[in-house]
């Protein structure tokens, strides 16, 4: 071989060798995640603490403006399918009322829901008790949407992270929370919703504290106890209602037989995620619900539940649109 193909190669081969540089160079660039470091650094020092602004889902918005429609002449209830978790909304003449926001990952479906169902201020909210199925989205719902009253079962010692950013958004808004004291009562028109039960003692288990609310609207009753346990069943005596947001998921730990015999539900709604690793609801509920004559329905079967009410008879409409971003 001559001495000019020599010098060809070795041009050829540090031509490829710069290439393999360069290659290298971009992808070890790109695998450590540059702009990932940044962040992390960001989230270190505490710039980027905040959930920051919601994702428009636009999935979730055609769905639900496609699929659920407000009476704005009735009380309208959503239960909405939040999986393993809980979240109610109440609508009743132009006003509104939240109880409970799903875990943390639901919290931006359901403040893209509230928007889709052209809904712009929320003039109560009620998160039952701190666990994070409950609360978990609150924070979302806080930083993007008005908000009138807020209730939450006062004195808590939580520091978990979903609760330390609720605290911070409320304190960004300068909204206080509102202490929930057993006979208080929310007017909306026509329209009563009662506090039956909550202990602000901060009690061991977080679910005893739950806040318990009552409507009575026309001749119906509409009973949402949170993850409210026998203990607080027990407390009290309590009146024949028409519908059920059954405690605790359908849990063992709640609906009692004095419970489920006094309430007497009509129909019995419970708010729980497909093949939960709880094994909720419970058979032995299910089966005391079913006795005592409840019609029963499960966001996990039926999906999101929408009531209408003329405050005589109550309509159950079953809506094929999830709200569980732990699905996504
Ligand atoms: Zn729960």
Request: net charge negative.
């Amino acid at each position: 071989m001559g001495r000019k193909s020599n010098r060809k190669i070795e041009n050829q081969i540090k031509r490829v060798i710069v290439l393999v540089i360069i290659l290298l160079v971009l992808a070890v660039a790109s695998k450590n995640g540059i702009l990932e470091n940044i962040e992390k650094d960001l989230t270190q020092i505490g710039i980027l603490e905040t959930v920051g602004e919601v994702k428009q889902n636009q999935e979730v918005d055609t769905k639900i403006s496609e699929n659920i429609v407000l009476d704005k002449n009735k009380l309208n209830i959503l239960f909405f399918d939040v999986g393993q978790a809980d979240s109610e909304l109440i609508f009743y003449n132009g006003k509104t009322i939240l109880i409970d926001s799903g875990n943390t990952n639901d919290g931006e479906n359901i403040v893209n829901g509230i928007k889709s169902l052209g809904i712009s201020k929320l003039d109560y909210v009620i998160g039952t008790h701190v666990h994070e199925d409950h609360i978990g989205g609150m924070s979302y719902i806080v930083d993007e949407i008005e908000i009138g009253n807020f209730y939450l079962p006062y004195n808590t010692k939580t520091t978990s992270s979903y609760y330390k950013r609720l605290l911070n958004s409320l304190t960004e808004k300068n909204i206080g929370i509102e202490e929930a004291t057993v006979g208080d009562k929310i007017q909306i028109d026509d329209l009563i919703c009662e506090i039956m039960s909550v202990d602000n003692e901060e009690p061991e288990d977080a679910n005893d504290a739950s806040i318990v609310t009552q409507i009575t609207y026309g001749e119906l009753k509409y009973l949402f106890m949170g993850d409210a346990t026998s203990r607080n069943e027990n407390s009290r005596e309590w009146e024949d209602v028409d519908i059920l947001k059954v405690g605790h998921h359908g849990s063992n730990t709640s609906s009692t037989e004095r419970f489920l015999k006094q309430t007497l539900a009509e129909i019995a709604i419970i708010p729980v995620g497909k093949e939960n690793s709880y094994g909720l609801p419970k058979q032995e509920i299910l089966n005391r619900l079913n006795n005592l004559g409840s019609k029963i329905y499960r966001t996990d079967i039926d999906g999101t539940i929408q009531i209408l009410s003329d405050g005589k008879t109550n309509e159950v409409i079953k809506i094929d649109v999830s709200f569980d971003g732990s699905e996504e």
